[in-house]
């Protein structure tokens, strides 16, 4: 290849490579308060109800839903890079700052604060690849920042361990995790780049078009609501399945906190991993001979996701819970390392950090309704097979969503000399 298109696309791959750390600490500083839930609830006293804890998490997701589209406005009218970096920086020091908390009020108070800080890094970071990777590479790129998201729930996982044990406890963890963070901001402020030329190009023309005219284009685009409304239903259960199953499997089959955090997070992310780079792979070699390739891989997982819920409010051991929740990580990575480069296929680059930002303001928002929800249907004693076959048929209903989604040729054929 010539000079300049190798330059091109070793720049792509190292803007994953800076960001797949970024995207590991996201989802870590996150997802570890889920598998520390007995230790934390131990630690602060006033914290005494289901629901409290149920509250929390939702409190972190709506205020994360209602900054993302803010986040990715910005990003979108000022670029990726700046604002990658100051989230990574702020929500590294509330991490830090989470295991100095003494009080529920304390902690919720942190968790909203780590909800604004994160809600500005996955627009803006997904934005970004997709900039680089306009070409065959897209869905391999994000294929590979999800499956770091991937491993930094299963890290999240092994939060009960650090719990329990007597050295580390959940403050210690907390605190290495946010220095972490803080530490790894210089080295991505000084090496991550914004896209090619033509990408910026059309990013600063966008900066004169009014908001409201941004916006506009967006919401009256059949195929974008329908892409929001099909991200959403599945993360109703995904987001269950985050907070909530380490509690799950240790009240239900009697096992302790730090395998019920393992057993949560690790088998089914590590299906994801695996099956958001084979789809990628798939979406990628398919999208030469179908413009629809992606559409049709992300409906595969879908598939695959719904008799998983079903499973796992059923299932009579751990052992076929596992079983379920590996086939919910393998419909999982199909569904979620395709959702950008869908979006990618009916929006034009200068409004996908704003897209998705709407997507996550819908689809977290109801994850935050179906965590606290779930809370209240647990006090109320509501059995499990009849919460997961409620979240199962709402994924159901998605399934066929997803192919009604037109892409638009004009964005899809639009000629790139950065096409990688």
């Known amino acids: ?235 109703l259960a995904g987001w269950v399945v985050r907070d909530w199953m380490p509690a799950i499997l240790k009240e239900r089959y009697g096992i302790g906190q730090g395998l019920a955090g393992i057993s949560a997070t690790i088998y089914w992310q590590a299906a994801a991993i695996v099956s958001a780079l084979g789809g990628g792979i798939l979406a990628d070699r398919w999208s030469r001979s179908s413009s629809r390739s992606r559409i049709y891989v992300s409906a595969i997982g879908m598939v695959l996701i719904v008799p998983a819920i079903l499973g796992i409010g059923f299932a009579g051991s751990l052992t076929t819970a596992i079983m379920c929740l590996i086939l919910f990580g393998i419909g999982w990575g199909l569904f979620d390392g395709n959702n950008m480069p869908i979006l990618c296929q009916i929006a034009p680059p200068q409004l996908r950090a704003t897209g998705y930002g709407i997507m996550n303001l819908v689809s977290i928002s109801c994850g935050g309704l179906a965590d606290w929800g779930f809370g209240e249907l647990r006090d109320r004693q509501v059995p499990l097979q009849v919460i997961f076959a409620i979240f199962a048929s709402l994924a159901a209903a998605s399934a066929g969503l997803v192919l009604l989604i037109q892409i638009d040729k004009e964005i899809v054929n639009k000629p790139s000399s950065d096409r990688h």
């Open 1 to 235: 290849m010539p000079p300049s298109t190798s330059f091109r696309w070793s720049t792509a791959w190292l803007v994953v490579v800076l960001l797949a750390p970024v995207a590991f600490l996201n989802y870590l500083d996150r997802q570890m308060l889920a598998s520390m839930k007995t230790s934390v609830m131990s630690d602060i006293t006033d914290m005494v109800h289901e629901a409290d804890w149920g509250y929390m998490l939702g409190q972190f997701k709506w205020f994360y839903a209602f900054l993302s589209p803010i986040g990715g406005l910005i990003a979108d009218r000022f670029g990726r890079r700046h604002v990658i970096c100051a989230s990574l920086f702020a929500w590294s020091l509330i991490t830090w700052l989470t295991g100095e908390v003494t009080t529920y009020q304390e902690l919720l108070h942190a968790r909203t604060l780590m909800g604004i800080s994160e809600a500005f890094y996955i627009p803006a970071a997904l934005a970004l690849i997709s900039d680089h990777h306009q070409g065959s590479t897209r869905s391999r790129a994000v294929g590979i920042h999800q499956t770091a998201i991937y491993f930094g729930v299963i890290a999240g996982g092994f939060g009960g361990i650090a719990a329990d044990s007597p050295t580390v406890g959940w403050r210690t963890a907390f605190t290495i995790c946010g220095m972490a963070g803080l530490l790894y901001t210089v080295p991505l402020f000084l090496l991550l780049r914004e896209g090619p030329a033509i990408i910026q190009q059309e990013t600063t023309t966008n900066k004169r078009l009014p908001l409201f005219s941004s916006l506009t284009s967006l919401m009256t685009n059949v195929s974008f609501l329908l892409l929001v409304l099909y991200f959403t239903l599945p993360a």
